[in-house]
Nanobody, 120 residues
């Protein structure tokens, strides 16, 4: 059974940093595109950052220059370093694993999510 387990969420103040981590039980982790999504109350889930098996990264415009996604294929983990956090980034953050497609990854597996709350 595939499991993605997120950790590192919590309550921080605006301007603080937080590092999220996701541990995956995927047998072929290195073949998957990994991503971090977030969903705020009343809003749709949005892709924050993704990283390909080869290490290419993409970011939502709103987090470019502040967030960094990284992966460790040997440890089967993917991290999201978040700096200069803003109150509007309060959300549940989800880790996901997907298969690369021409029009974008098909996200096959999801974690349960970790709450990030940014106070003003």
């Amino acid at each position: 059974q595939v499991q993605l387990v997120e950790s590192g969420g919590g309550l921080v103040q605006a301007g603080d940093s937080l590092r999220l981590s996701c541990a995956a039980s995927l047998r072929t982790f290195s073949n998957y595109v990994m991503g971090w999504f977030r969903q705020a109350p009343g809003k749709e889930r949005e892709l924050v950052a993704s990283i390909t098996p080869g290490g290419s990264t993409k970011y939502a415009d709103s987090v470019k220059g502040r967030f960094t996604i990284s992966r460790d294929n040997a440890e089967k983990t993917v991290d999201l370093q978040m700096n200069s956090l803003k109150p509007e980034e309060t959300a549940v953050y989800y880790c996901a694993a997907g298969v690369g497609r021409i029009l974008g990854p098909r996200w096959d597996y999801w974690g349960q999510g970790t709450q990030v709350t940014v106070s003003s």
